[in-house]
């Protein structure tokens, strides 16, 4: 793979990845609503984390809530690399697709 084809591949991981910043305003303001899940496409988690906190948090006062928030906050960056290397894969795959024609 040449210098332009890496450049391409960077770009397109620079362009379209998910920002990690991004990614942690969403968990501060809207963590305890799975804002930051719906952000990474995980949205089944997110309804689920939704519902704790609407429907049973408040049984609990958000004891449960607020342990899987926290959680999630180190969890942000494994998701943000996992995001990056798709794309990276991605955007490799369409150079190889795009020098096999």
Known sequence: M?????????Q?????S??????YVLW???????GHRFY???TGSAIGLLALTLLI????????TFIWIIIDAFIIPSWVRRNEEMI?????DE???MKNK
């Open 2 to 10: 040449d210098l332009n084809e890496k450049s391409y591949i960077e």
């Open 12 to 16: 397109q991981v620079a362009n379209r």
């Open 18 to 23: 998910k920002s990690i910043g991004i990614a």
């Open 28 to 34: 501060f303001f809207l963590g305890s609503f799975g």
């Open 40 to 42: 990474f496409g995980k």
């Open 57 to 64: 948090s408040w049984w609990t006062f958000g004891i449960p």
């Open 88 to 92: 990276r894969k991605q955007a490799t």
């Open 95 to 97: 150079v190889l697709m």
